[in-house]
């Protein structure tokens, strides 16, 4: 597939990196890059910025919320433009379905031993920092330790996650790395469903639906789907695998947008849940959801580790350049040992 002409958000990155990306799997210490940094003064959160920029807010503990697990609200792309959905939904500028399922980026499943995390029905909990936010320029890192609860005893522990957050600024965008590895002393599994792996929801702007009967007072989409083989939108990319997703559209005059990013040391690829209404998520479990094989079902005994890892792309270009996502697909795993 031939990509379109590319715009590098940081102007003075082009050279650096001209010079570097073959050793974009190694530390760059940069001095020119901006600095990532986290701020954890609120009880609950930490807000991720670069330089000035806001970038995330991860929310791993809310008093009162009913949304039972960890996620990342109020995503921004460089120059600071939102490409996730307003959380809380915002009444006559948002679609509001799935208002509490879908708070920005999130991991989570419906079904884990037969708990349904996705729905909110068991609690994935916070347990501690493993490693406390750290960053230095153009690089940071914060590690977390969760335990997943069980639906129907909530005194009983599924498994524990520990999961690895690192925020990279990169040629193409920001560059969000998640490494999840899951572990129980007990034996535990993950089950079939479309609702199972990593997801987001972009901002109402940016779905690929035109209207919405539910929300007809809600202003059309102007957004695509577009999967690494050249298949565009909901109904060509549902159900199917590839190397990576990107779900884009234009906002104040920019082309913005989020790709997902699969790693190929996954225990298997991940097919995509898209949809039109403007959810994305990669999923290597629902098999049988995606009418791909009979029901799967992913046991993991006590004392294995079972990792998954994905990256996220926040990318902005000017309104009639896009984005070289083949070449930050390259980075992704350059970085990543691939």
């Known amino acids: 597939m031939t990509q ?3 715009a590098f958000r940081f102007p003075f990155l082009r050279f650096i990196f001209s010079l570097l990306l073959p050793l974009a799997g190694q530390t760059l210490c940069v001095a020119d890059l901006p600095d990532v940094n986290f701020d954890t003064s609120k009880p609950g959160q930490v807000a991720m910025t670069v330089g000035s920029q806001p970038v995330a807010v991860y929310v791993y503990q809310e008093k009162g919320s009913p949304i039972t697990r960890p996620y990342f609200a109020h995503v921004c792309v460089p120059g600071g433009i939102q490409v996730t959905r307003n959380h809380p939904p915002i009444e006559g500028q948002d679609l509001s379905d799935h208002g509490n399922y879908h708070p920005g980026i999130w991991m989570s499943f419906g079904d ?90 972009v901002a109402t702007p940016l779905r690929v639906d035109k209207k919405s009967r539910k929300f007809p007072n809600v202003a059309p989409g102007n957004g695509s789907i577009l999967d690494a083989k050249g298949r565009k939108n909901g109904k060509e990319i549902w159900g199917n695998a590839s190397d990576w997703c990107d779900y884009s ?16 040391d996954n225990f298997r690829p991940s097919w995509f849940h898209a949809r039109d209404y403007g959810l994305l998520e990669a999923n290597p479990f629902g098999r049988d959801a995606f009418d791909k094989g009979e029901i799967s079902q992913v046991v993991v005994k006590p004392g294995e580790k ?18 070289d996502l083949e070449l930050a697909y390259s980075d992704y795993l350059n970085i990543t040992g691939n």
């Open 4 to 6: 379109p002409k590319t």
């Open 112 to 201: 884990i031993s037969g708990s349904d995390y996705w729905r909110l029905a068991a609690r994935t909990e916070h347990v501690k920092f493993v490693e406390q936010p750290a960053s230095e320029p153009g690089r940071g890192t914060f590690t977390v330790l969760n335990r997943y609860l069980d639906q129907h005893d909530p005194s009983k522990v599924v498994c524990k996650e520990i999961a690895r957050y690192t925020l990279a600024v990169r040629p193409e965008g920001y560059l969000i790395l998640w490494d999840s590895t899951f572990f129980s002393d007990h034996e535990f599994y993950f089950g079939d469903q479309e609702e199972m792996g990593l997801g987001f929801r």
């Open 249 to 264: 559209g234009t906002l104040q005059g920019k082309r913005v947008g989020i790709t997902l990013f699969c790693n190929p």
């Open 306 to 323: 079972f990792r998954l890892r994905y990256g996220l792309l926040l990318h902005a270009t000017p309104g009639n350049i896009s984005t």
